[in-house]
């Protein structure tokens, strides 16, 4: 699937996250574990940099991140 022009938003399903935190290697700015173990989308963060959020969610080994374009369209 391509990657879109622009993010609208970026979530991490709880349910199949297993905090391997491939996501915060690869955008740290964006992405951090909690306290449970698991990834989160900081707050506020900068979601204009598709390529770096498009890679953090590909690399993800479970999947667990979903980004929506800016027409609210499930792209990863």
Same mark, same amino acid.
């Given at each position: +699937?391509?990657?879109?022009?622009?993010?609208?938003?970026?979530?991490?399903?709880?349910? &199949?996250? !297993?905090?391997?935190?491939?996501?915060?290697?690869?955008?740290?700015? !964006?992405?951090? &574990?909690?306290?449970?173990?698991?990834?989160?989308?900081?707050?506020?963060?900068?979601?204009?940099?598709?390529?770096? !959020? +498009?890679?953090?969610?590909?690399?993800?080994?479970?999947?667990?991140?979903?980004?929506?374009?800016?027409?609210?369209? &499930?792209?990863?």
């Amino acid at each position: +699937m391509s990657d879109p022009t622009k993010i609208k938003k970026v979530e991490v399903d709880k349910d &199949l996250c !297993i905090g391997s935190a491939s996501c915060v290697a690869g955008a740290p700015d !964006i992405f951090d &574990l909690g306290d449970d173990g698991k990834a989160y989308v900081k707050k506020g963060a900068d979601l204009s940099d598709v390529a770096k !959020i +498009m890679d953090a969610a590909r690399s993800c080994p479970v999947n667990a991140i979903k980004v929506y374009d800016q027409d609210g369209k &499930l792209v990863s």
